[in-house]
């Protein structure tokens, strides 16, 4: 089944430590989205890849980055990452950002913090 | 500023009851509205769109401008119904970006 994959499910980084999540999808989309939900709030948009053109939200802490090496991966980078940040990650996909495209998501990692 | 509001934060209701999952939406443009769903252990998934204006799993949900809502409702639950629910808001230009409501949990009981 084409899909949205995200690896690892659960990951443990120590403060301070750098971490990557990683996501793939089978779906040959053109866009990919990194989304932030902490515990019992809405899931919010970090940044997102055209292709290979990457946007940032405005209020994204420069401690987060993304790499996109090709169409099928798309990495999250938390250069240092606080107790803050811990939370749900969740990569989705769609085909186009134009129109009304449904987005895809993976099944998300939790990150912990200790 | 676009927001996305759901007021409840859990809904409970009884097999067989109506249900109306609120939403409201903050935006100045016409708006692309949604209904995301996440069952129990499941990825986050498209439930339905307003544009297209279609019943799913029995679940429908009408945008109104005026009073900027777009209301998920089903006239019967059913257990299988339990999940979190997200509305969810798409500026109609050239941006994928969604703009997601807290989420309500409906828990449909026996």
């Known amino acids: 089944d084409a899909m949205v994959i995200q690896n690892p499910r659960y990951q443990v980084t120590q403060f301070g430590k750098p971490v990557t999540l990683s996501c793939s999808q089978t779906?040959?989309?053109?866009?990919m989205y990194w989304y932030q939900q902490k515990s019992s709030q809405a899931p919010k948009l970090l940044f997102h890849y055209y292709d290979k053109d990457f946007n940032n939200e405005a209020d994204t802490p420069d401690n987060f980055q993304s790499r996109r090496p090709n169409t099928s991966f798309c990495f999250l980078d938390i250069r240092s990452p606080g107790l803050g940040d811990a939370a749900m990650y969740l990569c989705?996909?769609?085909?186009?950002?134009?129109?009304?495209?449904?987005?895809?998501f993976g099944p998300g990692t939790r990150l912990t913090v200790t | 500023a676009q927001r996305v509001t759901q007021p409840e934060k859990l809904l409970s209701v009884f097999k067989g009851a109506p249900v109306e999952l609120k939403c409201n939406y903050s935006y100045s443009g016409s708006p692309e509205l949604f209904w995301y769903v996440q069952y129990s252990r499941q990825r986050l998934q498209l439930l339905l769109r307003h544009i297209s204006r279609e019943s799913i799993k029995g679940f429908t949900a009408d945008l109104n401008k005026g009073e900027t809502s777009f209301h998920l409702k089903k006239p019967f639950a059913q257990e299988e119904d339990s999940a979190m629910y997200y509305c969810a808001l798409k500026r109609s230009s050239n941006t994928g970006k969604l703009i997601f409501g807290q989420g309500t949990t409906l828990q449909v009981k026996p």
């Open positions: 779906l040959n989309h053109n866009v």
């Open positions: 989705a996909t769609s085909r186009a950002l134009v129109g009304v495209v449904e987005q895809y």
